[in-house]
Every structure is written in C-alpha cells, then in structure tokens.
C-alpha cells in the first residue's frame, strides 16, 4: 500500500517513480541528479542500460557520486567544493590520475578492470 506522499516505498522506487515521470514528459533537456543512488547495482546497471537511448536523443546533465553513472558520458566535469578540478571522457580522466582516478579507485580498487568490462559486455549481450 502507497500512502501519501509516497509513504511506503523505498528510496529506490521512489527514485525509479521521479524517474519514470520525467521521462514520460520528453523534455529536451534531462537533468539527473542522482538518480539512482537508492538502488542497487544491477538495478542501476539495468537503469543505465535502457537510458542510453534517451540520452542519445536528448541534452542530459547527469549528477551523480557513482562513476558507473557517468562513465559512458561525452563529457564528465569533476567538481569538488563547487571548483571544476578535471573534465575529459571517462578513459582520459583515468589516465590523468588525478581526482577522478582517486575516485574511481574507491569505488572499483578491488576489481579488475578487464574483469568488468567482460562482465559489462556480457550484460549488454543479455540485454540485447
């Protein structure tokens, strides 16, 4: 039962829910702000999955703490206490090993990035 408000889901149906409506109004422009930070991993893997498709048809500013959510973008501006410390695509912002390598070590250091990637290709494979 939904109370009011939507008193009774989680975090992450509400997410999904602020998600779904701004989606069924087509903006031109998409902003995105954390928008699955309240879900698990694969959910938000799932999520990232299906937007790829939205994000190609529109202008869409994604902010976000996990770089899963990023990554693919065409642009990625790192910003830390309201400065811009680093901007370039996910790959070049790795090599650069600056803030956002740090970042991106917290979040995958226990990982192999070859790993994931075969993992994440895989996923994509069972999407399709």
């Known amino acids: ?20 409506r701004a989606l069924l109004k087509d903006p031109a422009i998409l902003i995105l702000d954390d928008t699955t930070s309240s879900v698990d991993l694969a959910t938000e893997h799932a999520i990232q999955l299906n937007l790829r498709s939205v994000y190609k048809r529109k202008t869409t500013f994604i902010i976000a703490h996990r770089i899963s959510a990023v990554r693919n973008a065409d642009l990625i501006l790192v910003l830390q ?38 993992d994440f290709d895989d996923q994509v494979k069972e999407a399709k």
């Open 1 to 20: 039962i939904v109370g009011e408000r939507g008193v009774g889901l989680s975090g992450g149906q509400k997410q999904r829910i602020a998600l779904a």
């Open 81 to 118: 206490d309201g400065r811009l410390l680093e901007a370039g695509k996910h790959e070049d912002l790795l090599a650069k090993r600056g803030y956002y390598y740090t970042i991106y070590q917290n979040q995958y250091g226990d990982f192999d990035l070859a790993d994931l990637k075969a």
